[in-house]
């Protein structure tokens, strides 16, 4: 590991501009269950067959009880090591720095980063299926179907589904600093959830200088690509470095 330390440490030192995309993977050690993990599993459904707009639509008191229990669970984890390396980050970096998560967990937040695109959504915020009401809620257990304030119309989880668009701006903006960064370190994701799964893609054949470093303990099409890959867990790695 003393290696790779090294390496992670001089690819940011010389780097000016410094970009990160996590998943569910960075989040992991602190008790969040990814998706494709045996833990990911709730009820014998699995997260593919609930976070979709399809499933809402079919059993809207399914879809929030499993909400639920996820809201429920992640109320107790604390940020991790990783989270942490990347406060310090930014710290470091001022502007220079952006965080691009996939994680609706709010953990990066909890952790004290403010820079953040949180792409795929919150799991603390509800919106409605109506209106354009919109607002954090952290009741636990919230209650099952929430109302819209303003329509009374059903609230839905602010978080971006399974076949549904990203929001325009974060996309662009994300992209941006995708490929006008120096480096980009991409932590915890599976590298096949879309559009992201791209974005390293994008960024080395737009930007030749690019450095790419990839932390995952599982091998993954982004690994493939990386200028150094780093095949360990991220709070493992990341505690002292
Ligand atoms: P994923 O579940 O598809 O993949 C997780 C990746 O993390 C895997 O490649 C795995 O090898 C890696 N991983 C596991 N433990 C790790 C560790 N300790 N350190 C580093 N890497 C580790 O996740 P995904 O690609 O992010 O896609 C699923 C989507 O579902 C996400 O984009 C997100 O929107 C949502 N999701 C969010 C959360 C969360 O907010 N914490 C959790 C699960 C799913
Ligand atoms: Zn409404």
């Known amino acids: 590991m003393k290696n790779y330390k090294e390496e992670f440490l001089r690819l940011i030192k010389s780097a000016n501009k410094i970009t990160v995309i996590t998943g569910a993977g960075i989040s992991a050690e602190s008790g969040v269950p990814t998706f494709r993990g045996e833990d990911g599993l709730w009820k014998n459904y699995r997260a593919e067959e609930l976070a979709t707009p399809y499933a809402f639509q079919k059993n809207p008191q ?34 220079n720095f952006l965080l691009i998560t996939q994680n609706v967990d709010g953990l990066h937040r909890k952790a004290g980063n403010k820079r953040i695109i949180e792409i795929h959504g919150c799991i603390w915020r509800v919106k409605c299926v ?8 952290y009741d636990i257990p919230i209650k099952i179907l929430p109302k ?22 974060d996309l662009q903006k994300s992209i ?31 930007n030749k200088n690019l450095k790419l470093i990839d932390i995952n303990p599982v091998k993954n099409p982004i ?3 990386a200028d150094l890959y780093i095949p360990y867990k991220s709070g493992e790695f990341l505690k002292d470095v």
């Open 62 to 95: 399914l879809v929030w009880e499993w909400y639920n229990w996820r809201r429920e669970l992640i109320s107790k984890c604390e940020p991790n090591p990783a989270h942490k390396f990347l406060v310090k980050l930014e710290k470091e970096k001022g502007d």
């Open 130 to 137: 109506n209106c354009a009401y919109k607002d954090y809620n």
């Open 148 to 169: 819209c304030p303003e329509c009374d119309d059903v609230l839905r989880p602010d978080v971006v589904w399974f076949g549904e668009s990203l929001d325009y701006n």
């Open 176 to 206: 941006e600093a995708c490929i006008k960064c120096d480096l980009l370190i991409v932590i915890g994701t599976s590298g096949v959830v879309q559009p992201v799964a791209s974005f390293p893609f994008q960024a080395k054949s737009n």
């Open 223 to 225: 690994s493939e690509i």
